[in-house]
């Protein structure tokens, strides 16, 4: 049996007994704590790992303030007049089209885009700008629920 000195005697006297530096021998915390810590903006080294997620800086999406309310432009009705035609989500009356936009399934109409129909919409609630539009292309705006908005 070989009589050895123990490590800690053997470093008596020699400052940082073999780690280099004194801050370098203290468990995790030489490696600045676990999985992502220390990341921030400026961590050179594990930048490619945070371009990847891009969701790990700032706050995303927006929470509505009325999530029941679900709106549609005109522009939309316009993009897609031949498919809401073939499934039967438009109806033709006469010389004007006639849109329930609760099949469409939402509650609001909104003004962005132009008609080029006579448009006859149903709905709960509609833009100012909308009702306007419509009017002018010669169709006109059913509020079921007596509000715009």
């Excluded at 021998?25 to 704590?33: C, E, K, M, V």
């Excluded at 969701?55 to 897609?80: A, C, D, L, V, W």
């Excluded at 499934?87 to 006639?98: A, C, E, G, T, V």
């Amino acid at each position: 049996m070989l009589n050895r000195r123990k490590k800690t005697v053997k470093f008596r006297g020699h400052h940082t007994h073999g780690y280099g530096s004194k801050k370098k021998h203290r468990g995790s915390g030489h490696q600045g704590g676990v999985g992502m810590a220390g990341t921030g903006k400026k961590a050179d080294q594990k930048k490619p790992s945070i371009w990847k997620d891009k969701k790990y800086f700032g706050r995303y999406g927006f929470k509505s303030r009325n999530p029941k309310m679900k709106s549609i432009n005109i522009f939309y009705i316009e993009e897609h007049f031949e498919k809401l035609l073939k499934d039967n989500k438009i109806i033709k009356k006469d010389d004007s089209y006639l849109i329930n936009i609760k099949d469409i399934g939402v509650n609001k109409l909104l003004g962005s885009g132009n008609p080029k129909r006579k448009y006859v919409i149903t709905c709960d609630y509609a833009s100012a700008s909308a009702v306007e539009k419509i009017q002018n292309a010669g169709g006109s705006v059913v509020l079921s629920s007596k509000e715009s908005s």
